[in-house]
């Protein structure tokens, strides 16, 4: 019998990642597009929501195109906070798309402080008044595109995440607008609470109801594609997750208390809180992780917006590196980076921190620091910022972590998982698949098919891959981690 295969669709910011996928979580087959984005002008962050549609097919193409598999379920994951605005009717977008990375609503969330909002939004939605969120940006489109709202207020428009425009897409006739409650949960108008998008939320924002889709579990049945859209293939899209909580299902942290990081371009800190929102924690975010057979998991986050855009600033600002793989071995060629620190704020500092002002620094310089050192450096900083979340998560949360599991293209670092381990005292725990953010959305839509049977079969497939235990306590460097702290003061 042949195997049961998953059709995991990973839609990010600069490409899409499509992966055939094994109920074991193996991957068997990887296709990959890239995408543009465009800066029309400073802080400005677009893409072409055609072209996010189109990499999806295009990539699957390639992967389904000998038609000698018939993959039993579709799993999507995607950039989170980014908003695609089209027509409920034609499914043609009316507007480029406002990418999570955008500060064109900067100004907006400043008018919603001044009048008072931020501590009510704080309560509702477990974020923070920034323009990372969606709302923000719907709310500045509508502004800018007048014309737009009585069409919003008729429900001709949706205004959704990039997983809502894609399962519209891809269901075509069936015009299937839903998102899940994980995604919903990032965009500053869903209520933590009432499990749904609020009306209340809505009136701050100037956001019509109407606009917004259906919010469903994120293991289920969302949709079947449309044959005449998708490859000639009805199959259906039964797992819907933002990329963070994705990877927190791919790691099979189902069970409260279990955490994990993502090392990408920024990394992200998520601890599975269990079943009930916690008050929102200072510098942390709460969010959703999953919503399956109706009950909401949630997570703490903590955002860490530099980590291998350190990497790539060593490789294409400084030259220090031609190569991102050369930072692996230059950070192991010296035992330290002679105390030397770098202080990864080139747009601010996020969790546990929320500075926008600071600014990035390269401190502790000598004569005796090399090339060697300040790679080391900035490898270090990604350690240091994750200890930052961490201790903030176990304050706030009362959560003790026994590991920490590790995921992204950093963790490949054996001398990163390392030092990480003996940073916090705890075990660093890297999966086997280097894919575990498409697993988990892959994972999510076996569920909502009942080939899997809950987050338990995931635990019980997850396959971990090297485990790094901590020093003994005399051999931690606790003393660097006091600098490191003294580092960030002179930046804020």
Not at 20 to 44: F, K, M, Q, T
Not at 90 to 101: D, E, G, M, S, Y
Not at 207 to 225: F, I, K, N, Q, Y
Request: charge should be negative; charged fraction near 25%; include cysteine.
């Amino acid at each position: 019998m042949a195997e049961t295969l998953l059709l995991a669709l990973d839609q990010g910011t600069t490409g899409t990642t499509c992966l055939l996928v094994g109920l074991d979580g193996r991957v068997h087959r990887r296709a990959y597009r890239e995408i543009e984005v465009r800066y029309p002008r400073s802080g400005w962050v677009e893409q072409d929501p055609l072209q996010l549609e189109s990499s999806v097919v295009d990539a699957c193409a390639e992967l389904l195109g000998d038609g000698d598999v018939q993959p039993a379920a579709i799993g999507i994951t995607n950039q989170r906070e980014t908003v695609v605005v089209f027509e409920r009717d034609t499914l043609q977008p009316v507007a480029p798309a406002i990418v999570w990375q955008c500060r064109r609503s900067a100004d907006i969330c400043a008018e919603h402080r001044q009048r008072g909002d931020e501590e009510e939004v704080r309560r509702r939605t477990g974020l923070l008044l920034d323009p990372y969120f969606s709302a923000t940006k719907i709310e500045w489109l509508l502004r800018e595109q007048p014309e737009l709202r009585p069409r919003a207020e008729r429900g001709e428009l949706c205004a959704a995440t990039v997983d809502a425009w894609l399962v519209a897409r891809l269901t075509g006739r069936g015009r299937e607008v839903v998102t899940d409650a994980g995604n919903a949960s990032r965009t500053l108008l869903y209520d933590l609470r009432e499990g749904d998008f609020s009306a209340a939320l809505c009136d701050v924002f100037g956001v019509p109801r109407a606009m917004l889709p259906e919010v469903r579990d994120s293991a289920g049945r969302l949709g079947v594609t449309d044959p005449s859209r998708f490859l000639g293939r009805s199959i259906p899209i039964s797992g819907v997750a933002g990329d963070q909580q994705a990877a927190l299902f791919g790691q099979a942290c189902c069970a409260q208390g279990m955490s994990k990081n993502t090392y990408g371009t920024g990394s992200f800190v998520l601890v599975n809180v269990g079943s009930a929102a916690p008050p929102p924690a200072h510098g942390l975010l709460t969010t959703v992780a999953w919503r399956i057979a109706g009950q909401d998991t949630f997570a703490l986050e903590g955002s860490i917006f530099v980590t291998g855009a350190g990497i790539k600033w060593l490789r294409d600002g400084l030259g220090l590196i031609r190569e991102s793989a050369e930072a692996g071995p230059l950070f192991d060629s010296v035992p330290d980076a002679a105390g030397c620190f770098f202080v990864p704020a080139f747009a601010g500092l996020g969790a546990p921190y929320w500075d926008p002002h600071a600014r990035g620094a390269l401190v502790g310089l000598s004569a005796g620091v090399g090339r060697a050192h300040v790679v080391r450096a900035v490898v270090e900083a990604m350690a240091y910022r994750t200890r930052d979340v961490v201790e903030a998560m176990e304050r706030s949360a009362g959560i003790r972590f026994d590991e920490l599991r590790v995921d992204g293209g950093a963790s490949v670092m054996d001398g990163l998982c390392q030092f990480q381990a003996d940073l916090l005292g705890l075990p660093v725990a890297r999966a086997a698949s280097a894919e575990t953010t498409a697993v988990g959305a892959a994972w999510l839509a076996a569920v909502g098919e009942g080939l899997l049977d809950g987050p338990a079969a995931v635990e019980a497939a997850w396959r971990p891959g090297r485990r790094f235990e901590p020093a003994a306590p005399g051999r931690r460097p606790q003393a660097q981690y006091a600098a490191w702290l003294e580092a960030v003061a002179r930046v804020r």
